[in-house]
Each structure stands twice: as structure tokens, then as C-alpha cells.
């Protein structure tokens, strides 16, 4: 055979010495002597493997490609390629079918190939069970470029992890056609280096895997659904055309009257489901959850390991420990080792375009992922039959959330108003406002400050009010019940949702589901079998040592499959050094939350003292506007910050715990990044609602920090309206900075730096210019998902937001309104628009965001006891109209708010430095606390007011935070968790499958009566025949015969 030629019937596609490797070659004669053999072999294997169509089928013999060309029968390559297949991308739909046009692709798995010099020049397809032939691409020899190339000895050898890669894709390819999946490899494609392996899913193996799932599929039988009657009926049908333009235009969403009896699918009772159109039966959905399901539990561990000479060569160990790698369940240890890079179901096709047919992405996102529509209802049902139950469940509840905003934001807004039309009657304010009254007030720091009069604070005093008064106090105990309405209308909405999807009784195959054994746990309790195993055979060594070969031989017993780990599980001593690793990181991470406040709050008292300085009495009466804004702006930063690298080290905590489910490592996850999260984002927050102003000290005795600083003091209205800004700002930068900006500005980049790559590469290789791109490379393009952590993260914490420290900021409800409005527009446009379409996951609720969702609202109800408490001026206005006013009102309540000091008792240095700024000698000045006036025989000491007003507000933090939390729970209880109707409805599907499955053994009872009867009545006839009549009688035995094996 001619050093040109190729014989392909020598040449695995599929191994190492193959054409799309490093390696080059001009022929076989190239190869190493030694693996001739192993060539065959390997030929022979692969070759059944990978060819589609028998050789009298495909019209053209494959391994005579080069001789037709050399003799003149094949003059380019395009001729061979449209006489193999004619317009291949019209039949697969651009890539969401099978070259045949008829199977569809239902998940895709992409790796890295490396194309060189010689691979360039045959880029191949290997088409698996595929009804298309094989197309091969040569491209001929320049003139004057002939011949041979020079073949080094380095180009022999091939990577050595690219060779083991190589092999364990083909192992586990294998073994998914083996578990009955189709596959059709693609290396020809727009993106360089990429290739891309498809997948279809056939009927039998559909249906036997939904009835390893029980997957609930709906039957022949419909029945009636349950209508209101009368004055309700009235009532829904006048709600329905109110709400008929907000409803989105999709066919999920047309009031149905009937529904489809669903029952777990099983081979056996095929009859009993509409197996009309097999085609769209299960759905792309179902499908890509099925594949997956397989791709996750085929192994790719009898995979032979590639030993290569010199530098290539590893021992025994090393190749243990690359193996164990691969993990028991393959396709999740194959991403992880880089075996394959990517693995994704395709989207139904593209969204936008004027002749793009009409699919459910499309419709998605035209009714949907559109800014245009947000005062629309979402699709639920069609995101479920699009993304799956889980991601519907999430935008299921981020709907019922936002919509229950709405009565919160009313109810918020009404209260702003209410203090805004009472803030010129309320006298405490007017009374500060008031120069008459001539209050001179102590310096608010040493040295640098002087005295000032009280009615400076005017501006502040009336700010104060509008979210200080006694609405608050309402609004806090109406927030903390809709905390609880909020919550059982969910699982109301929940319970429709299940019945709807057909999830009631998912518990025990959910369960199952998720007690499916991490990869990672698996090697991980595989590395300490082999551990123990060694230290078992090094105490030993009083026995003969084992040879090379039966070690040898252990190696491969482990490699293909031996279950080393049934026995085995990891131990508190296995964790334990993760566990203390968790514990450390936890506290350093929250003291480094703490320090960085500590550092704000020094930041903080360091300006004001410096502002102070300033010489405009402009810049001195801004000081504390500016102090607060500039310190907030800065703990808004560092939250943010601080939110990214707290979510990274969350996970990577999580991950050397090696939990051994993925609920269990998803559920520990959500807990340390819920926690560390939420230290970060509320502790500013609580340090000006509860710390700041409580440990000041008096004139003359202040607290000092680092002997230096002293520390700061609340305003004269209050820390209220301190609290209130801070909470306003955070609040609303964290939203538009972090959840807004970042999910649109962060996928916007990546898109833009893989485009730029992609472009790069592909000026590398021009005939790729040609071709148009398949589905499968448009997705690849697309950002991987990440799951629903972070996106249900954000709504926890804003929800927090909204019900912790409502009392100072009644228009928080109000702003996660208007934010929820876009997010979810936001969230629904990257699913469709921006993200590789994730696995269908069937999920029932929630999960553990329930739980702390109701932890969120019962801490909600403790907070705004004591904001309402100790942080507003609530409980001190109570105490003096009750108990030391004189005539009923608050007129007084200022001035007995403020204690006296007399000017002659402050400490050496710390008086100011002008004391004669207001233009007169001030002798005593006043500052805001509960103590004896310097004339007392106790003189600073705590005053009995002090007491009364303490035991007041303690008390109204027992008696508020025990009534509302006996609202809450009495809504509970009175709100039943099931729709009466939906429990009604349930009933009914379990009566009706009963009287289903009755029927048919009635049925089956009576055929076997019959054809009883009628087999004694044949028996009859047949004794009946006369027996001269030998032919006859054997006639009509055999037909009696015949009619078994007819029946």
C-alpha cells in the first residue's frame, strides 16, 4: 500500500495514534511495530462501534476514498460530501436533530481536542448509530509540497493526559451505547478545538427509564374538575376578564375543565397512556432529565489507562490515584477531570429572528423574558415544561412574593403620608424647632466643638417624625402578619402548583433521588479503603510479600470496579479536621465583618473631629450629614465586596466537608453562605439601631476609644433617622449595584471576552468562515448554570430588608416592589437569553429557603420590638404623657429628655476652645439622658426616670413580641396548608385510579370466562366428531389449537 494512502480499517477514529491527534503520520507503516496488534483490535472494536450504515448502504466504499480521488473520479472534496449527505444542516435542523433529520438531539457532552498540522488536513465525523455515512475531508497536497513529512520522534509520542482523556471517552461512550443511548460525534464545527458529542434518547430507552424514575405521565382517562358554583362562580368569571390583559398569551394558561388522570408509567400498562404521538409523549424536558440520569450513573472505571515510556510512564500508585478520580458515577467526575468540558441539553432553538419557527423559547421570551410585559402574570406552567419544576417553583414563589408587596407597599406608603401631614403638629419637633425656648446644648466632641443651640437640629427633629410616630408601631405589627400570610399562602400556591405538575407523592423517589452518593464522596472513601488497605498489608510483612503482579492485579480489580466502599463511610475523625476548618473560617469570617464596622465607626468619629476643624460654619453644620452619608457609602461598598468572596468561601468550606448527598452539600452551603451573608449585610445596620448612643458616657466623663477617640454619639432626634438612611442606602445600592447591575453587566462581559476569543481563533482557521453554526455551538457559547443559590439568596436577603427594621423605614416594602418587578424580567431574560438550558429538576417545594424564611420572620418580630423600643422615642413619649405630664400632653417632653452639666466639671483639655461662640458665657448645657442635674446630692448619677422608662420598654418588648408572635401562629392554624378544593381533587384521582385498575381485572376476569367457555365448547364439538374420520378430527383439533395461539 502507498506511504499517501490511509487505511481506515487499521486506524481507530477514536485511538491515540489517530488522524485528529498530535501525532503525525502519512500511513501505518509509521507506527511502532508493537502495537499493530493493538491496532486491529482496537480497528475492529471501534469500527463496529462507530459505523452507521452497512457498507452496501452507504452507496461509496469508505476505505477506497483516497484511490477514487488519485484516479480521477472524486476531483474536490464537496462532491464527496454531498453525495454522502445532501444539505446536512436542513435535515438536523441546524443542529437539534441527527444528521437523519429524524432522531432528536437530547443532550450534548463537549471536550477539547488538540488539532495539528496533520489532523487539519483530515477533519472527520463519526457518526454512532447514525443513518448517515461517514464523511472524510483530505485535502490534497500543494505542488512542490509532496511527499513526506518529516516525522520527529517527540511528534510520536502524544500527551500523555490528552491520550488517557482519549481513552476514557471512548470507554464511556461505549458504555452509553451499551445502556441504549444513540450518539453522533461533530469535530467539524465553528469552534476551534471543540468537539461535541450528541446524544438521542430512543423510545425503549425512554420508557425504561420513566419507570426506574416513576415518572408520572398522563393516561387516557380525563376527568371532570371540580367548577364554583353561583355566586362564586360569578365572582371568578369577572376576575377572569378583569385579569384577561394581564395574563400572558400562552395556551398553558386557558382555563381547563378537564384534566388527564397521571400515573406512573410503567412497560406493562402501556395501554392504559396516550401513546398516540410517541414524538411529543416525553417531552424535551423529560427527555434531557432521562439522559442525565444515565449519563450520571454509567462508570467509565474499566477505562485502560494509557502507559507510555519515559517521562509518559507512571507508577502503579500514581495511576491508582489518577483512577479513583474518574469516581463512580461518571459524567459529573468526567467535568471535573476535564475528560469532557461541558455537558448540556439543547435549547429548542433560537428566540429572536424574523423566520425563526415558533417554539416554547421563543414564546418565553416574548411573553416572558421581555421588560414589556411586566405587568403581566408570569407563565409558570410553561417555565416548568420549559426549565423544570425547581426553577419553576423558584419564579412560582418569587410571583406570589412580589405580589404580596403590593398590600405592604400600600400600607408603607400610607403610613410616609400619615407622618408627613403630622409633622407640623407634632410638638416634640416643633418644640426643638422653637429658638424661644433658647436651648444650649454640650459640645458634641472635644476641643474642636463648641456649644450649639438646639433648634440647629430642627430640619433633622422634623425628618425624625416622619418615620418615628405611633404608625410604625402599627405597620411593625402589620408587617410581622403578613410575614405569616405571606407564607401560608405560599404553601398554598405550593400544594396547587404539585397538584397541577403531578408531583403529590413525590416524597419517596424524591428521597431516593437525593440519597444518591456524591463523586467526591465516593473517591473519598475509596482513597481511605486503599489506605487502609496498604496499612493492613504493610502489618503483614511476617507473610510472604506480595508480587508485582498480584499488585498488579489489585490495581486492576479497583480500576474496573471493585466495590472497595461498601463498607466503608466517612467517620466524624475522617471530618473532623473540615469540621474545625469550617469553625475557624466561620468566626474569622464574621470578626473580619466585625473589625471592618470597628474600622467604619473609627473613620466615622476621626472625620467629624476633623470636619469640625473647618472654618465655615457651612462645613461645621454639614458635618454629620457628611459623616453619615460617606460612612455608608463605604460599608455599602464593602458588603458588596465582601457578598462575593463570602459566597466563594462558603462553597469551598463546603466542599472539603465532602458531604455525602447533594442535598446535603447543597443544604450546608446555603446555610454558611445565608449566615455569612447576612453578618455582613446587617451588621452596620444593627450597630446603629442598638450600640451607637448607648455606651457615650456623660460631659466630663465620656467614653474614650484607644484613649482618643470618643465615641459617638445619636442625634438629637434620635438614631431613627440615622438608622433609616443607612437601611435606605444599603437596601437600594445593594439592589441596583449588585442584583442589578452584576446580572446584567457580568454576563454581558463574559459574552463579549468569549466572542473576542472565538473570533480570534477562528481567524486562525478560515474554512471554518463557511459554515453555520449548529445549536449545539450556540449554547456552548452561552454561560453554564449555576443554580438557584445565588438568585434565591438575594430575595432572602432583601426579604430581610423588608420585615427586620420595617419600623424605621416604612418604604422598604415599596422599593423591593418596584425591584422584584424588574428581576424578575431580569431573571427570566438571562434563563432564555443568556444561560445554557439546565437539567430539568422535579422538586416539590422550596427546600430549606422555607425554613429560613420563617426564621427571617420570627427574628423579624424580636428586631422591631426593640427598634420600636430602645431605638425610637415610642416608649419614652408613653411614659411622659402618662406619667409626668401635666396637662395630658407632650408639651415638656424635650426638656425632661435632657439632663443638665455645668460647664466647670469638664476634665482638664477637653473644653472647647471657644467657648464664646453662640456670643454669650454658656455656664450649663444640656445633653440628652436620664440623670440627676449637677445641684443634686447625686449629681450625674441615674436618674429614677431612667428606671421607669427601662422597665417600660422591656415591658412592651415582652407584651408586643408575644401578642404578634400568637397573631402569626394563629394565622397559621387558621389558614389550612391545603386548598380545600386541590384536597377534594386529590380524592378524586385516587378514587378514579382505583376504580381504573378494577375495571381492568373485571375486564381480564371475563375474557378469561370466556375464553374458557369457549374452549369447552370446542373441547365439545371436537369429542363430538367422528372418529372414522381421522382427518377431520386432527383438523379440528388443531384448530382448537390454532385458536390458543391466535388469542
Known sequence: ??????????????????????????GVEFLPEDLGEALNKTAMRVNEKYSSLPAEEKGIHIINIR????????????????????????????????????????????????????????????????????????????????????????????????????????????????AGLELERDEDTKIHGVGFVKIHAPWNVLCREAEFLKLKMPTKKVYQINQAHGLLKKINSVIQKITEPIQPKVAELKPQTVKRLSYPFSREKQHLFDLSDKESFFDSKTRSTIVYEILKRTTCTKAKYSMGTGEGRKTETTLLNKRWKCGKYGITSLLANGVYSAAYPLHDGDYEGENVELNDRKLLCEEWASYGVFYKYQPIDLVRKYFGEKIGLYFAWLGVYTEMLIPASIVGVIVFLYGCATVDENIPSMEMCDERNNITMCPLCDKTCSYWKMSSACATARASHLFDNPAT??????????????????????????????????????????????????????????????????????????????????????????????????????????????????????????????????????????????????????????????????NLVVIIILDEVYGCIARWLTQIEVPKTDKSFEERLIFKAFLLKFVNAYTPIFYVAFFKGRFVGRPGDYVYIFHSFRMEECAPGGCLMELCIQLSIIMLGKQLIQNNLFEIGIPKMKKLIRYIKLKQQRSLDHEEHTKKKQRYEVDYNLEPFAGLTPEYMEMIIQFGFVTLFVASFPLAPLFALLNNIIEIRLDAKKFVTELRRPVAVRAKDIGIWYNILRGVGKLAVIINAFVISFTSDFIPRLVYLYMYSENGTMHGFVNHTLSSFNVSDFQGGTAPNDPMELGYEVQICRYKDYREPPWSENKYEISKDFWAVLAARLAFVIVFQNLVMFMSDFVDWIIPDIPKDISQQIHKEKVLMVEVFMKEEQGKLQMIETWKDKDMKKGENCNNHSPKVSRSHSGSMSSCHSYHIDV
Open 67 to 178: 484511490a477514487i480521488e488519485d484516479i480521477g473520479y472524486v476531483q474536490h472534496e464537496s462532491i464527496l460530501l454531498n453525495s454522502l449527505c445532501q444539505d446536512p444542516d436542513a435535515n438536523c435542523k441546524h443542529g437539534l436533530y441527527f444528521r437523519d433529520g429524524k432522531r432528536k438531539v437530547d443532550y450534548i457532552l463537549v471536550y477539547h481536542f488538540k488539532k495539528s498540522s496533520v489532523s487539519k488536513t483530515l477533519t472527520r465525523r463519526i457518526h454512532h448509530n447514525d443513518s448517515s455515512a461517514r464523511s472524510i475531508k483530505q485535502d490534497h497536497q500543494l505542488p512542490g509540497k509532496g511527499g513526506h513529512l518529516d516525522v520527529g520522534e517527540s511528534e510520536l509520542h502524544m500527551d500523555y493526559h490528552e491520550d488517557d482523556k482519549r481513552f476514557r471517552r471512548e470507554e464511556y461512550e461505549g458504555n452509553l451505547m451499551e
Open 1 to 26: 500500500m502507498d506511504k499517501d494512502e490511509l487505511d481506515l480499517h487499521r486506524i481507530p477514529p477514536e485511538a491515540p495514534w489517530g488522524p485528529h491527534t498530535d501525532r503525525a503520520f502519512h
Open 473 to 634: 408601631v402599627f405597620f411593625s405589627v402589620f408587617m410581622a402578619l403578613w410575614a405569616a400570610t405571606f407564607m401560608e399562602h405560599w404553601k398554598r400556591k405550593q400544594m396547587r402548583l404539585n397538584y397541577r405538575w403531578d408531583l403529590t407523592g413525590f416524597e419517596e423517589e424524591e428521597e431516593a433521588v437525593k440519597a444518591h452518593p456524591r463523586a467526591e464522596y465516593e473517591a473519598k472513601v475509596l482513597e481511605k479503603s486503599l489506605r487502609k488497605e496498604y496499612i493492613h498489608k504493610k502489618k503483614r510483612r511476617h507473610l510472604p510479600e506480595e508480587t508485582a503482579n498480584k499488585w498488579r492485579q489489585r490495581v486492576k480489580a479497583v480500576m474496573a470496579g471493585v466495590k472497595l466502599t461498601d463498607k466503608e463511610k466517612l467517620t466524624w475523625k475522617d471530618r473532623f479536621p473540615a469540621y474545625f476548618t469550617n469553625f475557624v473560617g466561620i468566626i474569622f469570617m464574621v470578626g473580619l465583618t466585625f473589625a471592618i464596622v470597628f474600622g467604619v465607626i473609627i473613620y466615622r468619629i476621626s472625620t467629624a473631629a476633623a470636619l469640625a476643624l473647618s472654618s465655615t460654619p457651612s462645613g461645621r453644620s454639614s458635618v454629620r450629614v457628611t459623616v453619615t452619608a460617606t460612612a455608608v457609602i463605604i
